[in-house]
């Protein structure tokens, strides 16, 4: 069955530093892959999405995760962290023969001044 | 993209009522799904939304505790029935909205959250 995992359950970085998140998944095929952010008290917002070509996907908010089949993983980055970014991040896969999605366990972020 | 509104937007509830928690999307959709975040962990499906159909529930949730009407093609309800304080979580719906495959992306509603004392 499709899976995913997040490594990491909380990271703190400071803010002006590069973040990276990590995030492996298990499936049988190319996957479509998602990050999500979820700010405090507030909805998923989408960051990014790849299903295929170009392995580098940009995403909003400055954001952009790889994809690399050899290594099953798919790990957004940011070269240069805001206040603003601190909240739970989370990468998820389609789940087995449906369109709803399942998701790893999230990263937390915090930013420190 | 899609629009979707959620109420309440958070409730404190007696354990052993009901709530009945509203998602509108903005536009039609086949197919909506709702989910449960428990406290500090990541999201679950509890079930997916037909309109016209039968809700179809994943392992563990059951139609008696969370039964699920879909009366149109832009509503949906989730009820929490007979809470107890495991219930306490935020409640999400969701619809993928677009052409299919990878043009696809879903969208959340802002959550539900649900505090059982």
């Known amino acids: 069955a499709q899976s995913v995992t997040q490594p990491d359950i909380h990271i703190t970085v400071s803010e002006g530093a590069s973040l990276e998140l990590r995030c492996n998944y298990s499936?049988?095929?190319?996957?479509?892959l998602f990050w999500y952010v979820q700010s405090p008290g507030q909805g998923l917002q989408l960051l990014l999405k790849y299903f295929s070509g170009d392995t580098l996907v940009q995403g909003i908010k400055g954001f952009e995760a790889e994809f690399k089949r050899s290594q099953s993983s798919f790990n957004l980055r940011k070269p240069s962290v805001h206040w603003s970014d601190a909240a739970e991040y989370f990468c998820a896969l389609p789940g087995t023969g449906r369109r709803a999605l399942t998701f790893g366990s999230g990263t937390r972020l915090q930013v420190q001044p | 993209s899609a629009v979707i509104s959620q109420k309440p937007s958070r409730d404190i509830c007696q354990r052993g009522t009901s709530l009945t928690i509203q998602c509108q999307v903005d536009s039609q959709v086949t197919m909506m799904f709702w989910y449960r975040q428990q406290p500090g962990q990541s999201l679950t499906l509890i079930a997916t939304?037909?309109?016209?159909?039968?809700?179809?529930?994943e392992s563990g949730f059951v139609i008696d505790k969370f039964p699920i009407s879909r009366p149109n093609l832009t509503f949906s309800t989730l009820t929490v029935s007979n809470m107890s304080p495991e219930d306490s979580s935020i409640y999400l719906c969701?619809?993928?909205f677009g052409p299919g495959g990878p043009q696809e992306t879903q969208y959340f509603g802002p959550g539900t959250r649900l505090l059982v004392l």
């Open positions: 499936y049988g095929a190319t996957p479509y």
């Open positions: 969701s619809v993928p």
């Open positions: 939304a037909n309109q016209g159909s039968e809700a179809t529930y």
